[in-house]
């Protein structure tokens, strides 16, 4: 049984607003799963239905097997979610708000609430409403964290966090969660700490689920070609109608396709390109999000995508 | 952790975040009862902005406590928390109930300060709690409207413009509830602030038709609360009594007329009547109506033309035909197309009956005067050296439910009356000339109202002079006699215009 399992997911704001599209993916137990899009794609929106914040309008989504309309995740104890816009109460201070919050966590974790605050720089006896907005984020972590979640939701979990925190939270934080078991779901700009840490991903755009797979078969489906030629050799090759993210300038072609088309086996290559360089390279993180999620004004991602 | 355990979780932590408005609620309150009890202020001084502050204290608590947990906000932190959305909504509904606690508790320390019995405390105290969490709960719901909270504000704009509505509306319609009937809806518009608030908490996103149910519902609740204060609950007499109903024509022309009708044949030995919630229904040969609402100078009642009766000091009062008019003012065009022969007109009202009722008497010596009655205070100041004023009676009471049947609670300013006693012979003798001022107000909450008037008492035109001898006040009582209600009934009577 998978952690988090979505099918043909919809969701309107107010009923008009589309914001997810039958969106579909499955979080398997103990993953680290990216989910990656534009801004206003629907990560946000995806992650709360996740955590039972919002009813879709159709499809289902199950964490742990277990419907979260009917009952949810948060209030059964299985997941913890931490908003990127979340608003912690502005009057309490730190120590306050962690004791308010640990009775109602069946696997609160003082000592790693301490540890955390420690680690975050965080002074117990400051009001909430006093942080900067990164110290904010902190301690919203340090909430999403001490309950020991089977599931952890973060929506955008790094705004405001200086790059030590970071490097911290993605090469510890996170990779201790996984080693405990805890699956974890988070939703981020920030590709570069993502790239690192995560082992499935989601691309949302337009709120529809571009692709929805783990990295290593993403990575083995895709390739970034690089072709150093001259200008005419490049002109009279053309492009292929499957390749993605194309970029010329001068002398240099970059595209990115897929692995597996005939086209893109080294003889064929060299005889579009006759005398040309071409190296293959893994796609980065950055390059599958802006190839396949597509900038204004490209063809839809899913029409693209071979 | 238990249901019961995240109430008392979220209820603590509210607490803990709300104590200081809590202390100003109580700090308020009991500047409201040494007012009312150790420091009484003069009348005209009693009631004024003072009374907006309780209210707004319990509006801004009540907000504050509501919105730190906003519902149907996805980025609320409760909502990321293992809460039941119920057990929010019932936390922030006990806060409701503290507010309410302290509210009766400052209002029975003032009761009990003006000689109400222990006994007779639950009753005043539960309308107070009824009003104050009436307050507490519609501002509840509206500052759970909206993701910003700007529900509070619509919902209070809504709320006084429609008193402001239901103030010009009510006292023209024919629509008009009983006292019972308002209650009924009251409690029932309470039930539903706390179950739209149950339910907002469970919404994921709120509708725009939850919305709207959300202020019709908190709005309907303080009308209801309003609407109900002003409404009486009589014991009625059973049956109803159909006396004879003729038309009369106003001989003096006229732009605006009333369209009177006159009702015969009641036989009582009442001395007061007053006709109230009447409509007079007229169907013109032509089969259209208008339902026309009777009204007087003090809009919800209708004028008593009944003239007082004469009777001997002492004496029971006799029975005696009473002739009751009731009018509805008409532009001239509508009085004319109603007035055709043939219309079919129908009276349908309420008739309180009153007789005066001895309720004190007292020897003419200036100082606080015995309790007449629980939660009534007076004092008598006797005037020296005026031989036009003999004396001046001020008086303060507070009025529970029961007192509503009192004649003043319907705005009659003949409440009282104050006549001469021999004190040797113990006779009820001449009627004293009475000018009466006062006002109402309410104990700083709605629920309890308080009463405060002021009476100049004037010997007859043949005592001038000798009643301001102190010798004459020691021979003398003056017995201050109450109008009470003595019937109710509903009357129902048809006529047809003449041809």
Redesign the interface.
Known sequence: MNAVEVQQLCYR???KTEALHEISLDVPRGAIYGLIGPNGAGKSTLL?CC?G???AGSGSVRVFGADTRKRSP????VM??????????A??TLA?LEA??A????KWDGALAASLRERFALDPARKVGTLSRGEHMKAALL??LAPHPTLLLMDEPFTGMDVMVKDDLVRGLLASATDTGTTIMVASHDLTELETVIDHLGIISNAKMVVSASMESLRARFRRVHVQAPSEVLVTAGHDTGWLGIEQAGRRLSFMADASRTSLVPEAMQLRFPGAEVEFSEPTLRELLTTLAGRAGARSPLEMVP | ?TWG??VR?VFV?DL??VWWMLALLAAAMVMTVVRLTVTQPDIGDSFGWYDTLLPLLILWLVTAVVR?DPPAV????W??????TSAVAVAKLLQTVIVTGLVIGGVTAILRWWGIAWGDVPTTATVTAIGTMTLAIATAVFAALGANGRGILVGLVLTLASLLALGQWLPVSPWRLSGDATRALWVAFLAADVVILLRLYRM??V?LQWQAAGLIAGAGTVLCAVAASQASSYPMTPGVVAPQLSMTVDPIPATVKPFTVTLDGLVTPAEQLVIRDATIRVVLPDGTSRVLPVLSSENRYAAVSAPPAVRSPGAAPQPRQRTLRASSPLNITEWTRLRVPGARVTFDGTIVEFAREEQQRVPLVSGVLPPAQPGLQRELQMIVGDTALLATITSRWFMDQRARTMPTALGMSTDLEFRLVDRATRAVGERLDAQSSGGFGTLALPGIRISDTRAELRPPQRLLGSASDTSWWSAHEIAIMALVVRRVYRVHAETVVGR
Do not use: D, N
């Not at chain 1, 913890?80 to 109460?89: C, D, G, S, W």
């Not at chain 2, 996805?74 to 932190?77: C, D, G, K, L, Q």
């Not at chain 2, 909502?79 to 039941?84: G, K, M, Y």
């Open positions: 704001y107010a009923r709360q955590a914040l919002r009813y948060i209030v059964a104890g913890t979610y931490m908003a990127e816009a979340v608003k912690l109460p009057r309490m306050q308010y919050i009775p109602l966590h069946a909430c999403a | 952790m355990g995240q979780v932590k803990q975040q730190s996805s980025t609320a932190f909502a990321t928390q293992p809460l039941e994921r996103e509708s």
